[in-house]
């Protein structure tokens, strides 16, 4: 790429993780090079929750984040939530964009822009499961990339995108779609956020947060979905 070289921070989990990955390959593809990876430790749940249909890409390449950072030629360094605000504080980060993480610190989220993406046309789908409950409740099915702060899945907004549904989809292919959208749409937002002038607050309370799908609901999640593309199809 021409030009300066941003300083760009990435933080992820210290575990091989998909969504990172997808996000390292489309930063490279873009030519960047002064990339660091932050590696917060990964917390392995005793029960995870078990959904009926798993929508989100989960098989990573099985190899390490730190040979993975080697082989890509970005630089790596181990870090926690209660670091990482001075790791990035001393490091100038010029973007700083989470590909994994859980809750962070506020501390952390109102010292430092951090660019995140949301599988949700915010704020219409807060929380968990975005995709199945856009489709229960009949509304966009979309991918935003804001700035977060201190409240989950809110902030300040960079970019929004509707997820086109077509005749011959399926569950899972709007899915994989709206997954494509994330990545593409966070990479880029490193080159949109320069030519914005304006970031509207993403906060409201007409909207609730939502939790995991329960499986009562679940269970009628491709009924429901055959009804919302018949009314949201683009063809």
């Known amino acids: 790429m021409d030009g300066v070289q941003p300083q760009i921070a990435v933080i992820t989990y210290n575990t091989p993780h998909r969504k990172t990955q997808d996000v390292l390959h489309g930063l490279k593809a873009k030519g960047y090079q002064k990339v660091k ?28 984040i730190e040979v993975y950072a ?14 990482l605000h001075e790791q990035l504080t001393k490091d100038h980060a010029d973007f700083v964009i989470i590909a994994g993480a859980g809750l962070l610190p506020d501390e952390l989220v109102i010292n430092h822009k951090i660019i995140n993406t949301h599988p949700g046309f915010l704020p219409k789908t807060r929380g968990l499961d975005s995709l199945k409950w856009a489709i229960t409740k009949g509304v966009e099915i979309g991918v935003t990339t804001h700035f977060v702060d201190t409240e989950a899945d809110a902030g300040f907004l960079i970019e929004q995108q509707v997820v086109p549904i077509y005749s011959n989809d399926t569950f899972h292919s709007v899915a994989q779609r709206q997954y494509e959208m994330e990545i593409e749409m966070l990479v880029n937002s490193i080159e949109l956020i320069p030519t914005l002038t304006e970031f509207p607050s993403l906060a409201t309370t007409a909207y609730e947060a939502t939790r995991r799908m329960p499986k009562s609901v679940e269970v009628h999640l491709m009924e429901a979905f055959k009804t919302y593309k018949e009314q949201f199809k683009m063809d």
């Open 37 to 64: 990876i932050y590696a917060l430790p990964f917390v392995k749940r005793e029960n995870p929750f078990q959904p009926i249909y798993q929508h989100r890409p989960s098989k990573a390449i099985p190899v390490p």
């Open 70 to 83: 080697d082989h890509f030629g970005y630089a790596f360094d181990r870090t926690t939530a209660d670091t």
